[in-house]
T-cell receptor, first 115, second 113 residues
Framework: NAGVTQTPKFRILKIGQSMTLQCTQD?????MYWYRQDPGMGLKLIYY???????DKGEVPNGYNVSRSTTEDFPLRLELAAPSQTSVYFC??????????????FGPGTRLTVT | KNQVEQSPQSLIILEGKNCTLQ??????????LRWYKQDTGRGPVSLTI?????NTKSNGRYTATLDADTKQSSLHITASQLSDSASYIC????????????FGKGTHLIIQP
């Protein structure tokens, strides 16, 4: 049981380049999330999904896109990388948000630098 | 506006000593409060989750307290170990938004031998 896995671990992009951050979970969780963590700041929600085929915007979605074709995978796409997207990206998952003690499981993160 | 404020921003203590981290929140409505530990280069890992009816919850050497009236929480670490060096993040649930979570900026704790 690997939990939540993310690839790549590190990446450097040039301005205007595109890339996809991969996220996979093997816990059969319905809910998946993408967060970004900027230095000295709290995590901000980019996009989330409540199940295969269903995605929606979070607090900071501009410049990103997502898809959810399977329960396991939730890739995050950056189309035209900008320096403001330099951050650490975390994918997370949970079975359901209705349970009071619902717990999120986070991946190890992808550190992205745009220059 | 929903906010979670943590103090101190950073803390250095000697191995074996105790320490207490603080979290104040203005999230409404309130559902629960979580403390996460984030090791350098890793994702956050849950330590405790408390609802408004719980005053204290322990996880090994970690003890979290919650005062829902004053909207304050603390995380007490007993007999610190080098492996406790990490960022500790307070997260409050229930304030709306897609995931219903408001994250604090974290307290960076360094344990020195």
């Amino acid at each position: 049981n690997a939990g939540v896995t993310q690839t790549p671990k590190f990446r450097i992009l040039k301005i205007g380049q595109s890339m996809t951050l991969q996220c996979t979970q093997d816990m059969n969780h319905n809910y998946m999330y993408w967060y970004r963590q900027d230095p000295g700041m709290g995590l901000k929600l980019i996009y989330y999904s409540v199940g295969a085929g269903i995605t929606d915007k979070g607090e900071v979605p501009n410049g990103y896109n997502v898809s959810r074709s399977t329960t396991e995978d939730f890739p995050l796409r950056l189309e035209l990388a900008a320096p403001s997207q330099t951050s650490v990206y975390f994918c997370a998952s949970t079975q359901s948000q209705t349970y009071l003690y619902y717990e999120q499981y986070f991946g190890p993160g992808t550190r992205l630098t745009v220059t | 506006k929903n906010q979670v404020e943590q103090s101190p921003q950073s803390l250095i203590i000697l191995e074996g000593k105790n320490c207490t981290l603080q979290c104040n929140y203005t999230v409404s409505p309130f559902s629960n409060l979580r403390w996460y530990k984030q090791d350098t280069g890793r994702g956050p890992v849950s330590l405790t989750i408390m609802t408004f009816s719980e005053n204290t919850k322990s996880n090994g050497r970690y003890t979290a307290t919650l005062d829902a009236d004053t909207k304050q929480s603390s995380l007490h670490i007993t007999a610190s170990q080098l492996s406790d060096s990490a960022s500790y993040i307070c997260v409050v649930s229930g304030g709306g938004g897609a995931d219903g979570l408001t994250f604090g900026k974290g307290t960076h704790l360094i344990i020195q031998p």
